[in-house]
């Protein structure tokens, strides 16, 4: 930043000179030229009013004040006379001087602009990093020594798995000797594998710090210029600094971004970028061992790295970091609520089982929103409550509680999420129904939201079935009750349709065209392959019908659900109507033909209306992500 601004400060001080030099000769260049004998006969004409005489030159004032200017020669001895005899006001100045700097920085100008404006760029594109606009190869890799690391195994929770996969690098670094004399050869590259926010740059540096080692972290984009070599220069600049701190780490967080599949279409043929993969794959597998410097990179997306950098003597280790389990969120809960003072009613196994799919991110997320929600509400310590909360707005989205809806509207949403509950409640195998709720939250005018009971792994076609059902409820409690149709189930109709395509397409849960995939996979698209038509025309018009066949019966398994049980969808939507939310425990009551019981906080919803309500909103059948 300073040396950014001293630049500009030169450019200034070289402007300021040369236009303080010229400004004396401003009036100068204003004037009109003449010749000097044509001056001469204008002084004894009476025609000029006064006079400068300023070494060569004379610029003179006319009588109607216009400017003229001549040059004149010292020779001329009776100029001086001339002008006293006709009553001219004339003054003589010496011209200035110019100094030895001035008239350096005057001549240089144009060379020192261009020289400023040229480091000015040069400094921008490559990011002003240290060494100034010439350090281009220069490692943009931050260093993390022992002392600053304090990042442990006990901070990293969830991935019980991934922690032994490592753990044996922690106990080369410490002692390499204990591996070498059996003639066993560490890793040279661990690659970690899985979805974002799952704790991979965390676990990286936990072996770091477990080690008591130097950690090296930078980006994969970091290494990428515009420049042809500069990544290659950056990569052999790194491999250099890390032998120097060796045993140490070197973390590349998304190192798709340089090491993606070279020459493959879209996203290849980058010089650029291949040049820094050779170099980097040089470095790992070349001629000299880096012994003592491991490579531990992450992505999310393995998939499109090249061939040769997953080979055995690169990355030859991959460790998977998936989302955690129920027992791994719960471990990951603790670790966070350590940090915020948690009231005695909270349980985080609860919490975990009523999170499924979420990662340590969005878990360490929840925590936040918890603790923000309990400020917000002046209270010393975290309560389960607001944990309850914090959960409904990351899932559902903040509630829209300034939204005001029409009566119509309102009771017309109560009956859409009344239907997808009701038939939930009435399958067998569907996931339990958690909350229905009418409050708009985000996009979506009402959520009706399922939890699981255990962790999916898998999808079974009974069940996925049974979700189209589902999805079908709402639109059909509006026809049944409300006798008509709104845009609502746009979003229902759409996850209905993309289910049953992908249980005939891609599952083989077709009786009719049996196990056979009828679609072409969306990778082949990515790596800029061509992608060939599959199937005939005669049987995407089977896929279609059988796809139809699907959709018709489980529509009309909904309905009959819902003409069967009227009076339980009845008294959903009076409840939600005067509730605007209920959670499972009076979805239960109003199964089992109870009276509901009222709120936790046995304070009834405001109503509200009005006839500011858009169109198109959706109410989907929300439920947590797997």
């Known amino acids: ?168 690098l922690v106990e080369f670094l410490r002692d390499p000797t204990k591996f070498q004399k059996l003639g066993g050869r560490i890793p040279h590259g661990v690659l970690m594998v899985g979805p974002p926010g799952t704790g991979k740059t965390l676990l990286a540096r936990a072996i770091a710090g477990e080690a008591k080692v130097p950690f090296f972290t930078i980006s994969g984009s970091d290494f990428v210029e515009m420049f042809v070599g500069v990544g290659a220069s950056r990569v052999r600049d790194m491999f250099e600094n890390a032998k120097k701190h060796a045993p140490c780490i070197i973390f590349i967080d998304e190192i798709d971004a340089v090491g993606r599949h070279r020459g493959a279409g879209m996203g290849g043929g980058n010089d650029e970028r291949e040049q820094t993969l050779n170099q980097m794959l040089v470095e790992m597998d070349g001629f000299e061992a880096n012994s003592g410097v491991i490579v531990i990179a992450a992505t999310n997306r393995a998939d499109v790295l090249d061939k040769a950098l997953l080979r055995p003597g690169r990355f030859d280790r991959q460790v998977m970091v998936g989302l955690p389990d129920i027992r ?140 189209i059902s589902i999805l079908f409820g709402g639109r059909i409690a509006e026809e049944i009750f409300m006798h008509q149709m709104s845009t609502g189930a746009s979003n229902d109709f759409e996850r209905a349709t993309k289910l049953a395509r992908a249980m005939v397409t891609r599952y083989g849960m077709s009786e009719t065209l049996g196990t056979m995939v009828y679609e072409d996979s969306e990778q082949d698209a990515y790596f800029g392959r061509m992608a060939s038509k599959t199937v005939s025309e005669a049987t995407q018009q089977k896929v279609d019908a059988e796809i139809r066949s699907i959709l018709d019966e489980q529509y009309a398994l909904a309905r009959k659900l819902l003409e069967e049980n009227r009076d339980k969808v009845d008294v959903m939507a009076k409840a939600l109507l005067e509730w605007e939310t209920l959670d499972a425990d009076q979805v239960n009551d109003i199964m089992n033909g109870d009276e509901p019981r009222p709120p936790r906080n046995g304070v009834p919803a405001k109503k509200s209306s009005s006839d500011n309500n858009r169109p198109g909103d959706i109410s989907p059948n929300a439920t947590a992500p797997a």
């Open 328 to 467: 791994g969120r719960e471990q990951i809960l603790y670790v966070h609520m350590r940090k915020v003072p948690i009231a005695p009613d909270v349980k985080a196994d609860i919490l975990a089982r009523g999170t499924p799919g979420f990662s340590g991110a969005d878990l360490a997320n929840l925590v936040n929103e918890a603790a923000l929600f309990a400020a917000r509400r002046n209270k010393r310590l975290v309560e389960m409550q607001d944990f309850e909360d914090a959960k409904d707005k990351i899932v559902m989205g903040p509630e829209r509680k300034s939204a005001v809806m029409r009566e119509e509207e309102r009771r017309n949403t109560a009956y859409h999420e009344s239907g997808h509950a009701v038939v939930a409640k009435l399958l067998p195998k569907a996931d339990p129904v958690h909350k229905v709720t009418i409050m708009p939250r985000g996009y979506a005018l009402g959520l009706t939201w399922q939890l699981p009971e255990h962790d999916r792994v898998n999808m079974y076609k009974d069940k996925m079935l049974e979700e």
């Open 1 to 168: 930043m300073f040396s950014k601004a001293a630049i500009w400060v030169v450019i200034a001080l070289v402007l300021f000179m040369v236009f303080k030099q010229f400004d004396s000769r401003s009036t100068a260049s204003n004037a009109k030229s003449i010749a000097y004998s044509d001056f001469i006969t204008e002084v004894k004409a009476g025609h000029i009013k006064d006079a400068v005489l300023e070494g060569p030159m004379i610029v003179a004032t006319t009588q109607d004040g216009s400017k003229v200017k001549t040059a004149s020669t010292n020779l001329d001895r009776g100029l001086v006379g001339d002008l006293l005899n006709n009553g001219v006001k004339f003054d003589v100045k010496q011209p200035e001087e110019q100094s030895f700097l001035s008239q350096v920085f005057i001549s240089w100008f144009p060379m020192l602009l261009l020289i400023g404006v040229w480091i000015f760029f040069m400094r921008q594109m490559q990011g002003g990093g240290k060494g100034g606009a010439f350090s281009f190869g220069k490692s943009k890799a931050r260093m993390l020594d022992e002392n600053s690391n304090s990042v442990t195994f006990a901070d990293v929770a969830g991935c019980d798995e991934a922690k032994e996969e490592v753990q044996e």
